[in-house]
């Protein structure tokens, strides 16, 4: 059974940081592409960042990119989100996700707000 389990919200100020954790079970994150979403109020879900199978390359979206950074950890089957620089604009809720099979698993969320 596919699960992703994201963890590491909370508040932060302007300029601050955040690492995100999403936890996998039911799968190899190694062996995948996961990725990072995330959702401002009121608007619609985006795009953050991806890694490839194997961690042989990332992307991201163009709002996050020089600030944001992908990794895994096989040993834990985790994926993290190193976030830097935050600023109000990057306050969401941010979610990962994988496909496994034909089948596209997301976790449940955890909310990030950026605020003086």
């Known amino acids: 059974q596919v699960q992703l389990v994201e963890s590491g919200g909370g508040s932060v100020l302007p300029g601050g940081s955040r690492r995100l954790s999403c936890a996998a079970s039911?799968?190899?994150?190694?062996?995948?592409?996961v990725s990072w979403h995330r959702q401002p109020p009121g608007k619609e879900r985006e795009f953050v960042a991806r890694?490839?199978?194997?961690?042989?390359?990332?992307s991201y979206g163009e709002s996050v990119k020089g600030r944001f950074t992908i990794s895994r950890d096989d040993a834990r089957n985790t994926v993290y989100l190193q976030m830097n620089s935050l600023t109000p604009d990057d306050t969401a809720v941010y979610y990962c996700?994988?496909?496994?099979?034909?089948?596209?698993?997301w976790g449940q969320g955890t909310q990030v707000t950026v605020s003086s």
């Open positions: 039911g799968f190899n994150v190694s062996n995948n592409f």
């Open positions: 890694l490839t199978p194997l961690g042989v390359s990332t």
């Open positions: 996700y994988v496909m496994v099979g034909s089948r596209g698993y």
